[in-house]
């Protein structure tokens, strides 16, 4: 049996984890197999690539309240403490340097990344949540190449 992803074979790529368009581009799929009713929920959900509950529920809510109630919903939670304008502003401060923000050494750290945030906005952020966030803005983390303390430059040079 050859498995599917998303209705595709296996041999087109197939994301691990989708963005909310795309997973409201699938419910949207559903729509016209769950109105035509030829496929079992177990049919449609081996052809969408989802599990048969999530068939089931968004059989429900079309029921409920028709395709409207497929599309994606606006992700709710806490607004970041930073506006768009601001977060380009701090990573134009990491691409300027450590140094350059008065730290003895060019190592960026989480911690350092929090004072600067804290000195430049006001603004606290626990150092373990700022990696998502970094992240998300593209500034993925280094690590510095270690070189010895008994390295002869003039060895290497040769």
């Known amino acids: 049996m050859t498995s599917a992803c998303f209705g595709y074979p296996v041999l087109m ?8 368009e795309q997973m409201a581009e699938r419910r949207l799929a559903a729509v016209p197999l769950l109105q035509e009713s030829t496929l079992s929920q177990s049919e449609i959900a081996r052809t969408l690539g989802v599990s048969r509950q999530s068939v089931c529920r968004w059989a429900r809510q079309l029921d409920a309240s028709g395709k409207p109630g497929l599309a994606p919903r606006r992700h709710t939670g806490r607004p970041s403490y930073l506006s768009a ?4 502003m701090v990573l134009a401060t990491l691409r300027n340097g450590a140094q350059a923000a008065g730290f003895p050494t060019e190592r960026w750290t989480l911690s350092r990344i ?7 906005f006001g603004v606290h ?13 593209g500034w993925s983390v280094q690590v510095p190449d270690v070189t010895a303390r008994e ?3 003039e060895l290497v040079q040769a």
């Open 13 to 20: 790529w197939c994301p691990k984890q989708l963005t909310a």
């Open 151 to 153: 390295r002869n430059e």
């Open 85 to 88: 304008e601001q977060w380009q």
């Open 125 to 137: 952020y626990n150092a373990n949540y700022l990696s998502v966030r970094l992240h998300s803005l």
């Open 114 to 120: 929090a004072q600067v945030i804290e000195k430049q």
